[in-house]
């Protein structure tokens, strides 16, 4: 309730424990406390998603809710390229999609942000405790009100959305 043309799009995400003290793997992986398996509901306030990256920036990155799954430390992030992820309306599958279609990989992703925010002074850096989304696993597909949702994450727990 309350979105505009909402659409599912399930994700990575990381929570911070500190700061990153650079961009490379070795100084991101000590910084990141845990990941989790995401479902990030966007929306869109113009008609039939016809946007540019300027309307996206202006539209709040088309947030719209997140819903996080369970915790779990980050092991094996030479992994997180190959972890697949399965979407489902009921039983039907709909899309699939791997980590490597965020930036290469959902870890790289991060690295991407650090390295923005880094030659961006004037932005809001990043907190400890804050959580990071990687960028959507697969296609981003329109809900509606009476459906089920369900995902399949490698490696981690699927999340399970009933839209009211």
Same mark, same amino acid.
């Given at each position: ?17 500190? #700061?990153?003290? +650079?961009? &490379?793997?070795?100084? *991101? ?7 989790? %398996?995401? =479902? /990030? ?52 599958? #709909?899309?699939? +999609?791997? &980590?490597?279609?965020? *930036? ?7 690295? %991407?942000? =650090? /390295? ?49």
């Amino acid at each position: 309730e309350g979105l505009v043309q909402p659409r599912i799009e399930p994700e990575i995400c990381f929570k911070l424990k500190h #700061v990153p003290a +650079g961009s &490379g793997i070795d100084e *991101l992986l000590p910084a990141i406390e845990w990941m989790a %398996h995401a =479902v /990030e509901i966007v929306q869109c306030h113009h008609p039939d998603w016809k946007v540019t990256i300027a309307d996206c920036t202006a539209d709040n990155g088309l947030h719209g809710r997140l819903i996080i799954g369970t915790a779990v430390p980050l092991e094996r992030h030479e992994k997180l390229p190959g972890v697949k992820a399965r979407l489902f309306k009921g039983e039907r599958l #709909v899309d699939e +999609g791997v &980590g490597a279609n965020v *930036l290469g990989s959902p870890l790289l992703s991060l690295r %991407h942000l =650090v /390295e923005l925010l880094k030659r961006q002074p004037q932005a809001e850096q990043l907190r400890a405790g804050e959580i990071i989304t990687t960028g959507v696993l697969t296609d981003a597909h329109p809900v509606a009100a009476g459906e089920t949702w369900r995902t399949e994450v490698t490696g981690l727990d699927g999340l399970t959305i009933v839209f009211s």
